[in-house]
């Protein structure tokens, strides 16, 4: 049948394809913030050494479950750790401490001039002090190069990155922070 000289057609709809009927696939990405928490507490040699990988099960553990029992794949977007001391009016040894994201490795530095080294190196004092700290930092996500990769959610511990800290001449087994973690993630593939 022509309506004004045109003929009308009948459009095919999809075809069904390994990736489920309709050959549709969601693509859908969700953002999320997990938490975490902790302490940071020099050695019996007076150091603080330690890489926070970018890892976001460690995160409050109903916050990952529920995520990861929900999507296929993560990537850690950026993290924020926020620094509140508890020796504070306490006479105990202090001085700087070293923190920057390093974007593939998770190893302990050695000094403080590793952690230097990098572009993102920020800086708190360490000692009697009622200074909060925040630091946030993003990971690069344009470009071949930065490019951020997807990792599985069976495999969280894959994920690349870290934010590596040093700090040296600190009093022996103490507690000097309780620090909050929050990772921004995000989320594709619902299963």
């Known amino acids: 049948m022509k309506k004004h000289g045109k003929k009308t057609q ?44 970018m890892d976001p099960s460690v ?12 999507y296929d ?8 750790l926020i620094l509140a001391p508890v020796q504070f009016g306490v006479a105990v040894n202090g001085g700087l401490m070293g923190l920057a994201f390093d974007d593939d490795s998770a190893t302990n530095p050695a000094s403080l001039s590793e952690v230097q080294q990098y572009a993102t190196c920020r800086y708190a004092m360490v000692n009697g002090f009622t200074k909060l700290y925040s630091f946030t930092w993003w990971r690069p996500t344009r470009g ?5 990769v997807w990792n599985d959610v069976a495999n969280p511990s ?4 870290s934010i590596r800290i040093y700090a040296s001449g600190l009093s022996a087994s103490t507690i000097y922070y309780s620090y909050a973690m929050e990772f921004f993630v995000e989320f594709r593939g619902r299963r």
């Not at 693509?27 to 928490?37: C, D, E, P």
């Not at 794949?73 to 924020?80: N, S």
């Open 10 to 53: 009948k459009r095919a709809h999809p075809s069904p394809s390994a990736f489920g009927a309709g050959g549709s696939q969601d693509k859908t990405l969700v953002r999320a913030t997990l938490h975490g928490n902790g302490t940071l507490t020099s050695s019996g040699g007076g150091v603080i050494t330690g890489a926070f990988a």
């Open 59 to 70: 995160a409050s553990g109903t916050d990952w479950a529920d995520f990861s029992s929900t």
């Open 73 to 80: 794949e993560f990537r850690v977007l950026g993290v924020r």
């Open 144 to 148: 071949a190069e930065t490019a951020v």
């Open 158 to 161: 894959g994920a690349l990155g």
